[in-house]
């Protein structure tokens, strides 16, 4: 983790942003994940075309 | 090829720990976000009726039914008066606007307008295009079957005879169970208008899948629309040949 943080482009800050931008999107993909995930168990029981 | 070994390990284990999470969050997370949702309208929803009431209208009358529901058939008196179709303004997006009972699963959900994604997390929701519960037509609820409080869990154990009802600012409507049946997620008939008053309920089929619909159609029974309902299903316009 440690090299890893090392190895991003620009000063201290600039890394410490990347990493906080990164793992925002981690979470948003984590959540649409979880979204699209759960539709598999039950989507609600909607009938219809688009279903 | 250890460190290989090594990392692949670590990402099933992540992997894993990963859908368990999900599994944690899908099956008993969502559960509290409802069960949230459900308080906070139950608490509101005693409003929403007193507001809705003032802007209850009568917007048709018909000829009452010849035959009396639930006795051998036979016409009513000639000085019967005309049967009275009541409407209830149309429910905002996303608001509760009723609260149904189905003893048979011991269940009481407060209902909301609408079926998007939101609307649905909150409870079982009513789908806009169609009648409002206790109206001539077909009223339409959707509901989750087992995430999001699972509202319509138990559904499959409900029979041909089972009551259900709904409370809206009208009234209670009160519903028999018809029918059941398993249709495809895209069997838009089963939202058809029909001519009565009847509830259709959906949801997932089977539990913990979206492969299929398992549908509960019930038929107003009693309530405010019942007599109207009634007759409308047997009403033939005097133009009509």
Same mark, same amino acid.
């Not at chain 2, 009452?64 to 005309?82: A, I, S």
């Not at chain 2, 838009?188 to 549908?215: H, M, Y």
């Given at each position: 983790?440690?090299?890893?943080?090392?190895r *991003?482009?620009?000063? *201290?800050?600039?890394?410490?942003?990347?990493?906080?931008?990164?793992?925002?999107?981690? *979470?948003?993909?984590?959540?649409?994940?979880?979204?699209?995930?759960?539709? *598999?168990?039950?989507?609600?029981?909607?009938?219809?075309?688009?279903? | +090829?250890?460190?290989?070994? #090594?990392?692949t390990?670590?990402?099933?284990?992540?992997?894993?720990? &990963?859908?368990?999470?999900?599994?944690?969050?899908?099956?008993?997370?969502?559960?509290?976000?409802?069960?949230?949702?459900?308080?906070?309208?139950?608490?509101?929803?005693?409003?929403?009726?007193v507001?809705?009431?003032?802007?209850?209208?009568?917007?048709?009358?018909? @000829?009452? @039914?010849?035959?009396?529901?639930?006795?051998?058939?036979?016409?009513?008196?000639?000085?019967?008066?005309?049967?009275?179709? %009541?409407?209830?303004?149309i429910?905002?997006?996303?608001? !509760? $606007?009723?609260? +149904?009972?189905?003893p048979?699963?011991?269940?009481?959900?407060? &209902? $909301?307008?609408?079926?998007?994604?939101?609307?649905? #997390? #909150?409870? @079982?929701?009513? +789908?806009?295009?169609?009648?409002?519960?206790?109206?001539?037509?077909?009223?339409?609820?959707?509901?989750?079957?087992?995430?999001?409080?699972?509202?319509?869990?138990?559904?499959?154990?409900?029979?041909?005879?089972?009551?259900?009802?709904?409370?809206?600012? &009208?009234?209670?409507?009160? %519903?028999?169970?018809?029918?059941?049946?398993?249709?495809?997620?895209?069997?838009?008939?089963?939202?058809?208008?029909?001519?009565?008053?009847? &509830?259709?309920?959906?949801?997932?089929?089977? #539990?913990?899948?979206?492969?299929?619909?398992?549908?509960?159609?019930?038929?107003?029974?009693?309530?405010?629309?019942? !007599?109207y !309902?009634?007759?409308?299903?047997?009403?033939?316009? !005097?133009?009509?040949?």
């Amino acid at each position: 983790m440690r090299r890893l943080f090392a190895r *991003l482009p620009g000063p *201290l800050p600039v890394r410490v942003l990347i990493v906080f931008v990164a793992l925002a999107a981690a *979470l948003v993909a984590f959540f649409f994940l979880f979204e699209w995930a759960g539709d *598999l168990l039950d989507s609600g029981g909607v009938v219809g075309p688009g279903q | +090829m250890t460190r290989t070994l #090594k990392a692949t390990g670590w990402i099933m284990i992540g992997l894993g720990v &990963l859908i368990l999470v999900f599994l944690g969050y899908q099956l008993v997370g969502t559960n509290f976000l409802t069960a949230r949702s459900q308080d906070l309208a139950q608490q509101t929803i005693e409003d929403h009726f007193v507001a809705a009431q003032e802007e209850i209208e009568v917007v048709d009358t018909l @000829p009452p @039914p010849t035959v009396e529901p639930g006795t051998p058939e036979g016409p009513l008196p000639e000085d019967e008066p005309p049967v009275v179709h %009541y409407s209830e303004p149309i429910p905002e997006a996303g608001l !509760a $606007f009723g609260v +149904m009972t189905i003893p048979r699963i011991d269940t009481e959900l407060v &209902l $909301f307008e609408g079926v998007d994604r939101a609307t649905l #997390k #909150k409870g @079982p929701g009513h +789908m806009p295009w169609t009648a409002l519960p206790g109206q001539p037509g077909n009223a339409v609820v959707s509901g989750h079957r087992t995430t999001y409080g699972a509202p319509f869990f138990d559904l499959d154990l409900l029979e041909p005879g089972d009551e259900i009802s709904v409370e809206t600012a &009208l009234g209670i409507h009160t %519903y028999v169970v018809r029918d059941a049946l398993i249709v495809a997620p895209t069997a838009v008939e089963v939202t058809d208008p029909k001519r009565g008053a009847w &509830l259709t309920l959906t949801t997932c089929n089977p #539990k913990f899948s979206a492969r299929e619909r398992l549908i509960i159609s019930a038929e107003l029974v009693d309530g405010p629309n019942f !007599a109207y !309902a009634l007759a409308e299903k047997e009403f033939v316009p !005097a133009d009509a040949s």
